[in-house]
């Protein structure tokens, strides 16, 4: 073999490119950490600003009927815009109104506005702004909204207006005088594509921040105060949203980089002995066991019953959550919500008595496996892969008491699709918005694969009807509580579990969860009440 | 220099994967305009809006006309609308664009220099210390996948020294301009670039050593020494150079796959490039934003397949004649 291994010493070079590419990287290296050193003594004395941080970033453009139709988009379009009326972290607080009546004869309500509120762009506020934003959500409608609830809006003066309802309405504050922003007359007036408006006008609200900047690509947005909102300047100047990835934010938190964000049960104990503070939601979510009431054997009230009794809901907080959740309650209802009913059927975990049922229901044991006419139990449940350790359980549980489970894991819109054709036996299902009870509505008789679809109780539907229209809070506080009962005696649904969500801030700003949730419930402790120097009244 | 029958086949592989594009949404089951769309449209869609989209992608015609009428809107570089983003998916990915670029761009100029002078050096001295150490170094760190030296990177310099930034590829609202602004976003890219790096060169320093090794044996290289002509010279300039044609091809095919390559490590870092665009469109089913990014890869990979062509005669002449 040929080899070229000999050397002239004399013109051997001494700059060799691997020692230069080596330096060029140091050098590289260096700079970056130069940069660092710079930027954390640098640092100028800055307007006091507060940063919260999740790891999605971009919620879409803050104007009403821009932002995504997710939580997080209102609230960043919150901060812009008010509403009539708003909550604190107990109950309703005057905001753009000042004072209000209910006249039941009319079905209508008169609300006092402030005379003291301007539009960013310094443009008075008054009762005819209030009159066009509920004229123009007729035609187009607002995402959050049930636009036909408000049937008419009539100035009275300006600065008082009256709203005409189609039809008593219990949650109007909660879902309407509380969540509709208000958009202004003289710039809206000419919008035809509210989808399309991201004009810098579509941003003007009279809400105590402005947008300074929003970016897409980065998911960042950056808040300045309105120094003129009536309820004085902001106390902090500015705030940032940014985006983190989630593995990242607690490291983030830790090192002071970000003021707030949302954080997995499994750090809490790390944020706390770092300095922070959590604060926790209350309950507003919870994952269901969905079954198939109009398909044998699971149309038997009984056997329903006789699957609550076989799952041990305690145990799987415990072993699938980790602990870091509520049992459920059979009503749907949290029992740390002001609705529930400490009387609701709670079906103790209790083996033999879920036997007992399925014996009473002509069911045999046979090698372990109840069977009726020759037939082995089986039944099929469905779930999107998140619930996998849920189901395992679940499964796991059934099989115990002689019910034998064909448990799959499909694609979340496949098992959605499933669910809404009735083509399943059993499937798990997360939902929100268990503030107001309007929502039982919508997750009992509504229509879709999130509603257990259950019009078969004339009494439990007459019932879901009159607490909607019901406009005295005791009466509606006790239909609420016999919905609870009958629902979870009939138990179309079994709710399993309400996860526990937190979220780790430095104490800077007060945050705190909003009574039922922001506006039409949103479980996120970012109140723009948190971030005035004045609080209302 | 570059023959007709070379653009020809360029035209005909663009368009093959139009036609894909058009295909694919089309022989998916159910609504076309949801496949099109993305479910997301189906909240938001008004009948008014219905007809207008119909009318629009000639849904209502046959096939032929709505593949013309496929072709004529994206000749007006109209790539559809994003209901997720509520913007164009055009405008979407073009403001992820330039930071997959920049990402990209960085990390194939040093890993392939890189590669090629660590290759040349290492070919020129191989079986020597430096070389074995180098070989099995480079090997052991490109058998990793990138997203892993990502994140190893990251709770190393950035969560634990804390000297590197978390996530991002700016510092939101730091007020930086001009040449801190430009240190900022260096400051942001040197991580993952540093991963990337680590897991490509690998690549193209094995290549180029490879021929390298293969270059040194030949004749003319004892001829260049008895010439008398320097060590750096002969390295450089007639072994090296040879060296270059498949590393060059190599490169050329990387950026359009790296485009999408990037995915983990933009996930890692949370860095607004199209791989973590790619990656939200498939969490929210956002069908005209996944195929605007395959659209715009699959041009990506026959514009640098194009530059590969070209660069070839420039660096390798005997390609020019071999046409």
């Known amino acids: 073999m040929f080899q070229v291994r000999y050397k002239i010493p004399h013109l051997k070079t001494r700059i060799s490119p691997l020692k230069v590419s080596l330096a060029l990287l140091t050098l590289a290296l260096l700079c970056c950490l130069l940069v660092t050193a710079c930027s954390k003594t640098g640092q100028p004395l800055e307007?006091?600003?507060?940063?919260?941080?999740?790891?999605?970033?971009?919620?879409?453009?803050?104007?009403?009927?821009?932002?995504?139709?997710?939580?997080?988009?209102?609230?960043?379009?919150?901060?812009?815009?008010?509403?009539?009326?708003?909550?604190?972290?107990?109950?309703?607080?005057?905001?753009?109104?000042?004072?209000?009546?209910?006249?039941?004869?009319?079905?209508?309500?008169?609300?006092?506005?402030?005379?003291?509120?301007?539009?960013?762009?310094?443009?008075?506020?008054?009762?005819?702004?209030?009159?066009?934003?509920?004229?123009?959500?007729?035609?187009?409608?607002?995402?959050?909204?049930?636009?036909?609830?408000?049937?008419?809006?009539?100035?009275?003066?300006?600065?008082?207006v009256k709203l005409y309802l189609s039809k008593p309405y219990a949650p109007f504050f909660q879902d309407v005088a509380g969540t509709q922003p208000m958009i202004p007359q003289h710039i809206w007036q000419n919008v035809e594509e509210p989808e399309k408006f991201t004009t810098a006008e579509a941003i003007i609200g009279t809400g105590p921040y402005t947008l300074a900047d929003y970016s897409k690509e980065h998911g960042s947005y950056l808040y300045k105060a309105y120094d003129d909102y009536y309820l004085g300047?902001?106390?902090?100047?500015?705030?940032?949203?940014?985006?983190?990835?989630?593995?990242?934010?607690?490291?983030?938190?830790?090192?002071?980089?970000?003021?707030?964000?949302?954080?997995?049960?499994?750090?809490?104990?790390?944020?706390?002995?770092?300095?922070?503070?959590?604060?926790?939601?209350?309950?507003?979510?919870?994952?269901?066991?969905?079954?198939?009431?109009?398909?044998?054997?699971?149309?038997?009230?009984?056997?329903?019953?006789?699957?609550?009794?076989?799952?041990?809901r305690e145990a799987l907080v415990q072993i699938t959550q980790r602990g870091h959740a509520l049992a459920g309650s059979p009503g749907m209802i949290p029992p740390t919500s002001a609705w529930y009913n400490p009387d609701t059927p709670q079906y103790e975990y209790d083996q033999a008595r879920s036997k007992q049922l399925l014996e009473g229901l002509g069911y045999e044991m046979k090698d372990g496996y109840f069977t009726?006419?020759?037939?082995?139990?089986?039944?099929?449940?469905?779930?999107?892969?998140?619930?996998?350790?849920?189901?395992?359980?679940?499964?796991?549980?059934?099989?115990?008491?002689?019910?034998?489970?064909d448990f799959r894991t499909l694609e979340e819109k496949t098992v959605d699709a499933k669910v809404e054709a009735w083509d399943f036996d059993l499937s798990i299902y997360g939902h929100g918005g268990l503030y107001d009870p309007s929502m039982l509505n919508k997750v009992i008789i509504g229509k879709g694969f999130i509603s257990a679809r259950y019009t078969s109780n004339e009494t439990l539907n007459e019932l879901l009807e009159n607490q909607i229209t019901e406009m005295d809070q005791g009466k509606r506080v006790n239909i609420v509580r016999q919905i609870q009962e009958l629902y979870a005696e009939d138990l179309p649904a079994l709710t399993l579990y309400y996860p526990n969500w937190y979220w780790a801030h430095d104490g800077s700003v007060e945050l705190f969860y909003t009574n039922n949730g922001i506006a039409f419930g949103i479980p996120i402790p970012l109140n723009k009440l948190a971030f005035m120097q004045y609080k209302p009244m | 220099m570059f023959s007709i029958r070379n653009l020809a086949l360029y035209l005909i592989a663009m368009f093959i994967i139009l036609t894909l594009n058009f295909l694919l949404p089309r022989m998916m089951p159910g609504d076309p305009l949801m496949a099109i769309y993305g479910e997301e449209a189906l909240v938001q869609m008004t009948p008014a809006l219905k007809a207008e989209l119909v009318e629009r992608f000639?849904?209502?015609?046959?096939?032929?006309?709505?593949?013309?009428?496929?072709?004529?809107?994206?000749?007006?570089?109209?790539?559809?609308?994003?209901?997720?983003?509520?913007?164009?998916?055009?405008?979407?990915?073009?403001?992820?664009?330039?930071?997959?670029?920049?990402?990209?761009?960085?990390?194939?100029?040093?890993?392939?220099?890189?590669?090629?002078?660590?290759?040349?050096?290492?070919?020129?001295?191989?079986?020597?210390?430096?070389?074995?150490?180098?070989?099995?170094?480079?090997?052991?760190?490109?058998?990793?996948?990138?997203?892993?030296?990502?994140?190893?990177?990251?709770?190393?310099?950035?969560?634990?020294?804390?000297?590197?930034?978390?996530?991002?590829?700016?510092?939101?609202?730091?007020?930086?301009?001009?040449?801190?602004?430009?240190?900022?976003?260096?400051?942001?890219?040197?991580?993952?670039?540093?991963?990337?790096?680590?897991?490509?060169?690998?690549?193209?320093?094995?290549?180029?050593?490879?021929?390298?090794?293969?270059?040194?044996?030949?004749?003319?290289?004892?001829?260049?020494?008895?010439?008398?002509?320097?060590?750096?010279?002969?390295?450089?300039?007639?072994?090296?150079?040879?060296?270059?044609?498949?590393?060059?091809?190599?490169?050329?095919?990387?950026?359009?796959?790296?485009?999408?390559?990037?995915?983990?490590?933009?996930?890692?870092?949370?860095?607004?490039?199209?791989?973590?665009?790619?990656?939200?469109?498939?969490?929210?089913?956002?069908?005209?934003?996944?195929?605007?990014?395959?659209?715009?890869?699959?041009?990506?990979?026959?514009?640098?397949?194009?530059?590969?062509?070209?660069?070839?005669?420039?660096?390798?002449?005997?390609?020019?004649?071999?046409?």
């Open chain 1, 372 to 405: 009726k006419g020759g037939e082995e139990l089986e039944l099929e449940l469905i779930a999107p892969a998140d619930y996998k350790e849920v189901g395992q359980f679940i499964k796991q549980q059934l099989e115990a008491v002689g019910i034998k489970i």
């Open chain 1, 47 to 160: 307007p006091v600003s507060y940063t919260v941080a999740d790891s999605t970033g971009d919620w879409g453009y803050p104007s009403p009927y821009t932002h995504y139709g997710r939580g997080p988009g209102y609230v960043r379009m919150s901060f812009l815009f008010d509403t009539l009326v708003w909550k604190d972290a107990s109950d309703f607080v005057p905001a753009l109104a000042k004072e209000w009546e209910y006249i039941s004869a009319e079905n209508a309500y008169i609300f006092k506005l402030r005379d003291d509120v301007t539009w960013h762009d310094g443009v008075e506020f008054t009762a005819e702004d209030v009159v066009f934003t509920f004229n123009y959500t007729k035609e187009h409608p607002f995402q959050w909204v049930d636009s036909s609830i408000v049937e008419s809006a009539e100035a009275i003066d300006e600065y008082t």
């Open chain 1, 233 to 312: 300047k902001p106390s902090v100047d500015e705030i940032k949203f940014v985006k983190i990835s989630a593995e990242m934010i607690p490291a983030a938190l830790k090192g002071g980089s970000i003021d707030a964000a949302d954080i997995p049960p499994e750090v809490v104990s790390e944020m706390e002995e770092a300095g922070l503070t959590i604060i926790t939601a209350p309950y507003s979510w919870n994952a269901k066991l969905t079954i198939n009431h109009q398909k044998e054997p699971l149309s038997s009230k009984q056997f329903r019953q006789a699957l609550a009794y076989a799952i041990d």
């Open chain 2, 58 to 323: 000639a849904l209502d015609q046959p096939w032929w006309q709505q593949f013309a009428a496929y072709l004529s809107t994206l000749f007006t570089g109209d790539l559809g609308y994003s209901y997720y983003y509520n913007a164009p998916a055009l405008e979407v990915i073009l403001g992820r664009l330039p930071w997959t670029l920049l990402l990209v761009g960085t990390t194939l100029i040093i890993s392939t220099f890189g590669g090629i002078i660590l290759g040349i050096e290492s070919g020129w001295r191989r079986s020597s210390l430096q070389d074995k150490s180098l070989l099995t170094g480079l090997m052991v760190l490109g058998g990793f996948p990138d997203f892993f030296l990502g994140i190893l990177l990251l709770i190393g310099f950035g969560v634990t020294w804390a000297i590197f930034p978390l996530a991002g590829a700016i510092t939101p609202y730091s007020g930086f301009t001009g040449a801190a602004l430009v240190l900022d976003v260096l400051h942001h890219l040197f991580l993952p670039v540093t991963a990337l790096i680590l897991c490509h060169v690998g690549a193209s320093y094995l290549l180029t050593r490879n021929t390298m090794v293969t270059v040194l044996k030949e004749p003319y290289m004892l001829t260049a020494r008895a010439k008398g002509l320097s060590n750096l010279v002969m390295r450089y300039r007639h072994a090296g150079r040879n060296a270059l044609l498949p590393v060059i091809t190599r490169t050329g095919i990387q950026l359009g796959r790296m485009i999408t390559g990037v995915l983990f490590v933009e996930i890692v870092f949370a860095y607004p490039g199209l791989g973590y665009l790619t990656y939200e469109a498939l969490l929210a089913r956002d069908y005209p934003v996944l195929q605007g990014v395959l659209l715009i890869v699959a041009v990506f990979v026959l514009i640098a397949n194009f530059l590969v062509d070209l660069s070839y005669s420039k660096i390798d002449p005997r390609i020019r004649y071999a046409h």
